[in-house]
Nanobody, 115 residues
Framework: QVQLVESGGGLVQPGESLRLSCAAS????????MGWYRQAPGKQREMVAT???????NYADSVKGRFTISRDNAKNTVSLQMNSLKPEDTAVYYC?????????WGQGTQVTVSS
């Protein structure tokens, strides 16, 4: 069992920045991959960025060069630094990980980019 708790969403103007954080807790030894997904109204949930325990990262094309994912293996946390935000980044952002073949999701945090 893994519990994921996100924080850091909010309302910002285009071009501004936000940082999302997620903390994992529960009974596990090591989590291999953690990531962020998002879901905008009327759209499917999509991958934003993932990072492995070894530090390998993967980004959606739409956020490359603007978003940076990082993790602290010792604290089981993952963060998403989002710069140069655009209105199309507006969505509910979910922290995600997998363990033993089961996917775990946080409760989601709203990010709204609007002038």
């Amino acid at each position: 069992q893994v519990q994921l708790v996100e924080s850091g969403g909010g309302l910002v103007q285009p071009g501004e920045s936000l940082r999302l954080s997620c903390a994992a807790s529960g009974r596990f030894f090591r989590i291999y991959q953690m990531g962020w997904y998002r879901q905008a109204p009327g759209k499917q949930r999509e991958m934003v960025a993932t990072v492995t325990s070894g530090g390998s990262t993967n980004y959606a094309d739409s956020v490359k060069g603007r978003f940076t994912i990082s993790r602290d293996n010792a604290k089981n946390t993952v963060s998403l630094q989002m710069n140069s935000l655009k209105p199309e980044d507006t969505a509910v952002y979910y922290c995600n990980t997998g363990l033993g073949g089961t996917a775990y999701w946080g409760q989601g945090t709203q990010v709204t980019v609007s002038s």
